[in-house]
């Protein structure tokens, strides 16, 4: 039969007709059995459908060129077939094993000393692989997977693969790396790499060494994808450099062995920090600097922002990041610019206003920024009192641009942080703002309006906070329009963050409150690094043109970070300047280098190791479809901003259809009607759908202005895996769960419900579903609900019972409400920030933004999933 395989592939590659006679007689004639597979009617002729059916699969087969890499359906891993040893890297890519990576990889795992060798050791793959399986998108429906979607692996040996950068600190919109920039042009895809620098790790290995070797050329840190040539010399993986090892580098001191400089802990591990010498250092490290900026306008004391804020300092206030040099000071504002004297040995804080905001001063330079340690005291004396200080104002102007101001002059001499609370548009001063919004167009189905900053103001004075350490970050509450198109640029540009709590009350809404607590707490305790730089390095021949995330771009490849937090992503977009031909993989490193709260120079390096390929089929086999969204929605944010939201949505749209035409032209070997996709872009239309309705992006639904331009900064700044919920939420059906297939973390079990599609169809009215969509959670309990879900999880007797506004779970003794809320609290743990829950019933109010999720359905104003389906294939079909 393998024989007979090898002719029926070879010979079908003729199309007509009378060939497949031809072939048929020459079985005949050649003595090989004709009734298997070709069976013989009842008339006694054979049956010509077995054949076309041979000639469809071999002939696909082998006319294309296929890439090993696989899509796995559960977390078990998948070992590749069997190979033969090669001498070079196959035109034919090689098999490998689908493991997955964990972060102990990070901390352990043998590093090669050759790549060549690892390469040879590749296997080849005998079928078609999983990612290249053709679907017809019009035809299956259910393409969604019932638990979330991993990234994919790259298709590199064993060894090579499980010291490689975990894909949630270090990926690529391209897991098989294209051979020349037309290649790449031919397959429609985007090349680019999102990064999460900072991220929290449970663990990381630490080097301390006087000497941290790099290359010599083009100062690649050594890594476990360079080339040992002997004990004394090693190949860079970037520009091919070769190196001296230093003496200090033979020595392990893991193992404590010498002479085995390929063991070493920066040749086991994808990610690793350094301890920095003083040659990393431009100046003394600096302290750990906090400066809180207050609006205590009538407007800001009406929220009651102030007294959350005041307690939650209290409340962790040791806990703040920093040693025994750490500084505090504060700055309220409201028409005035108020400083605070919280000098030693005063016996309570002095209030200090200036109220000529045109000229702003310092008026006591030395004793604004104390030492937390030393005076402590007069800090929470501070804290305690301020919610009262400003209890009775009517002061309704906001000089935020002064206040701004200030806190550059006072943090300039250091650098630091500065936190912004602010609730109202500034209307005072320098930076003062009008109101842009037209609350009549928020439903518009045109162009929408004012994206970009009204005034340069907040922008020059990021980026002179840049230049001097300092970021900003920016938490806004209000229940009105604030223009965050403008006042967001002073921390886009200065690498801060931004909050925004629409609609905040300590009283009407309770639910903003309790994100508000979570979030700074989360703010305030949580690691930084400061003075910070990040350069990213790819191999010879590969170049970045585009960085995506909050920063100020120093040099064509150097961020400057004057702060880094934990929870901050980055994108960046690639070209290939030169042809990879004569290069087996390619490299890609990150190294941020930072002051730590303790003080101490820190370098963070991530290294990323991906295979080139030469053919198309390749390049899509290896195409990441998470990360791919995630790069478009940071270009098409660029876009609205530049040119339009109109524009930005048609590329998006475009960007499905480039890469499917591309697909079915130069990849399929055979025509079928219908839209086809690949089985590794399988959700990639469902995903465009998913942003063109999303609140950056949608049109012809009531969208405020500021909550429009919120949603753009969390899409350009987030890591992937947060931002991927705001664009396609998870749907799960909560009121059947079961500890079949459960996780066990801590000694607490967790429910693992299938993940279900975002269409109505899926709800019924007796059960309850809980849809995650990154920042909020909602419980949408209909009206049949089973009687026991209520009861054992609502704690109501009825639905009927069910509260309008409920927005905690009871904490009851049951089976089933320690389930829900142990899932509930999973789902809230995987993230930094704290998403609201909100317990909705079939006629509550919250009801639109559920179904506004719903992305597989039709609206007033947009397609259903069905419909952009069919819309996309007549774009295809022209």
């Known amino acids: 039969m393998l024989v007979c395989r090898t002719l029926y592939c070879r010979a079908f590659y003729i199309y007509n007709a009378s060939a497949v006679v031809h072939f048929i007689f020459f079985l005949s004639i050649s003595g090989l059995p004709v009734f298997h597979p070709f069976p013989v009617s009842a008339s006694g002729s054979f049956s010509l459908m077995p054949i076309l059916y041979f000639y469809y699969f071999y002939s696909s087969l082998s006319r294309s060129v296929y890439c090993c890499w696989q899509w796995p359906t559960t977390g078990t891993p998948q070992p590749g077939p069997p190979g033969r040893q090669l001498g070079h890297y196959p035109s034919l890519p090689p098999g490998y094993q689908n493991t997955s990576v964990s972060h102990g990889a990070m901390a352990g795992g043998p590093g090669p000393a050759q790549l060549s060798p690892s390469l040879a050791a590749m296997s080849l793959q005998s079928s078609t692989p999983e990612a290249l399986r053709v679907v017809n998108l019009l035809q299956e429906r259910n393409l969604l997977p019932p638990t979330p979607i991993p990234a994919p692996t790259p298709c590199l040996p ?31 895809m985007p090349l680019g790499l999102l990064l999460h620098p900072f991220k929290d790790l449970s663990q990381l290995p630490v080097v ?113 990041p920093g040693d025994s040099r750490t500084k505090i000071g504060f700055i309220t504002f409201d028409s005035t610019i108020h400083f605070y004297n919280l000098q030693e040995g005063l016996s309570q804080p002095q209030m ?115 230049g001097q350490q300092v970021a900003v970050d920016l938490f806004m509450l209000s229940a009105q329009y604030c223009d965050l198109a403008s006042l967001g640029c002073i921390s886009r540009f200065s690498a801060g963050s931004v909050y925004h709590y629409p609609s905040y009350h300590h009283q009407h809404n309770p639910a903003q409150v309790e994100c508000f607590q979570k979030d700074l707490k989360r703010y305030l305790t949580r690691k930084i690094g400061f003075e910070a730089v990040m350069r990213i390095r790819c191999s010879k021949g590969l170049s970045i043109h585009t960085f995506h995330g909050n920063f100020f771009v120093r040099s064509t490849d150097l961020l400057s970070l004057p702060n880094v937090n934990p929870d901050a992503g980055f994108a960046v977009q690639m070209s290939i300047d030169e042809n990879l031909d004569d290069m087996q993989v390619v490299s890609f490193q990150a190294a941020l280098l930072y002051t730590s709260s303790k003080g101490e120079r820190r370098i963070r390096v991530h290294t990323l190791c991906l295979p080139v390929v030469n053919s198309l089929s390749d390049i899509f086999a290896g195409a990441d479809v998470q990360a791919i969204t995630g790069l478009l929605a940071c270009m098409a944010v660029d876009r609205s901003v530049t040119s339009s939201l109109g524009d930005a949505r048609d590329a998006l749209t475009n960007a499905a259809i480039d890469s499917l035409t591309s697909y079915r032209q130069n990849v399929l070997t055979i025509q079928q009607p219908g839209l086809l996709s690949p089985a590794c872009l399988r959700l990639f239309p469902l995903f465009v759908l998913a942003l063109l309705k999303q609140k950056s992006f949608r049109t012809g639904t009531s969208t405020r202005l500021d909550d429009r331009v919120f949603s753009m900064c969390q899409l350009k700044y987030q890591p992937l895996a947060y931002s991927m919920l705001m664009i396609h939420p998870s749907l799960y059906r909560v009121d059947d769960l079961t500890d079949e297939g459960a996780l066990n973390i801590n000694e607490r079990t967790i429910p693992q419900p299938r993940l279900l599609q975002l269409s109505v169809e899926k709800l019924s009215r007796e059960g309850a579903f809980l849809m995650d969509a990154g920042t909020v959670i909602y419980l949408w309990i209909g009206q049949n609900c089973n009687p026991i879900f209520l009861t054992q999880v609502l704690g109501v007797p009825n639905y009927a019972a069910v509260p309008e506004n409920l927005n905690l779970l009871p904490d009851l003794d049951t089976a089933e409400s320690q389930r829900t809320r142990a899932f509930i609290g999973w789902l809230r743990d995987q993230r930094p920030f704290f998403p609201s829950l909100h317990i909705i019933r079939d006629e509550s109010q919250r009801k639109a933004s559920f179904m506004q999720n719903m992305i597989e359905d039709r609206t007033e104003s947009a397609l259903s999933y069905y419909e952009f389906l069919l819309h996309l294939q007549q774009q295809i079909s022209k």
């Open 158 to 188: 064993q060894d090579l693969q499980k010291v490689n950068c975990h894909p949630e600190v270090f990926r690529s919109t391209l897991c098989n790396i294209p051979q020349t920039q037309s290649l790449l042009n031919k397959a429609k």
């Open 352 to 466: 200090l206003i200036v109220s000529d905001i045109e000229d702003i001063f310092l008026p006591t330079p030395d004793s604004l920024l104390v030492n937390l340690n030393e005076c402590k005291e007069l800090v929470q004396d501070l804290l305690k009192s301020l919610p009262t200080l400003f209890q009775k104002t009517m002061e309704t102007q906001s000089a935020l641009g002064s206040a701004l101001q200030a806190g550059f002059k006072l943090l300039s001499p250091t650098g630091g942080r500065m936190t912004v609370f602010q609730t109202q548009l500034p209307n005072l001063g320098a930076g003062a703002l009008q109101s842009r919004e037209d609350p009549n167009q928020r439903a518009s189905a045109k162009d929408i309006q004012h994206l970009s900053p009204a005034t340069d103001f907040y922008k020059t004075l990021a980026l002179d906070c840049s």
């Open 208 to 320: 301390t060494s006087s000497t941290i070797v790099r290359c010599r050329s083009c100062r690649t840190y050594i890594n476990p994808f360079v080339s040992f040539l002997d004990q004394r010399r090693w190949k860079c993986n970037l520009c091919n450099r070769v190196n001296d090892v230093p003496e200090e580098f033979m020595y392990n001191p893991v193992s404590r062995s010498y002479g085995e400089p390929h063991k070493r802990p920066e040749v086991q591990n994808a990610t690793i920090e350094f301890i920095a010498p003083s040659e990393y250092m431009l100046r003394p490290p600096q302290p750990a600097v906090y400066l809180f900026i207050l609006d205590v306008s009538h407007n800001a004391v009406e929220t009651g922002y102030l007294n959350v804020f005041c307690q939650s300092l209290l409340d962790n206030i040791t806990s703040l």
